[in-house]
């Protein structure tokens, strides 16, 4: 399955030529202070909060933020948007798996 990025759905990805880039497991992320960290790849400070445009879904109640790895739940919205997405790609992969005939 592949990763669901908040931020995308929610349109509050970022701004800059950096608007693009989503931290991961290469980025090395560093810890600043409190809940601010810094990307050693972008030099992008992050905070991470509810706000964050890190985080990715976690599981169909939480979010996850990638470079924290802090864990929060999921507003009612998000809920709601997730429950679309998940339908969505279940009725896709669905059509994909049967063999469909015409008699």
């Known amino acids: 399955m592949s990763v669901i990025y908040l931020s995308t759905i929610f349109g509050n990805n970022g701004k800059g030529e950096e608007k693009n880039h989503k931290c991961d497991n290469r980025c090395q992320n560093k810890h600043v202070v409190g809940n ?38 999921l507003s009612l919205s998000e809920k ?19 063999c469909k005939r015409g008699r």
């Not at 964050?52 to 929060?72: A, P």
């Open 80 to 98: 709601q948007v997730v429950r679309g997405i998940i339908r969505k790609r279940e009725e896709v992969d669905g059509e994909s798996d049967g």
């Open 36 to 73: 601010m960290y810094q990307c050693k790849q972008t030099g992008k400070p992050h905070i991470c909060d509810q706000n964050c445009d890190q985080r990715i879904l976690y599981d169909n109640h939480n979010s996850m933020c990638r470079v924290s790895r802090q864990v929060f739940p």
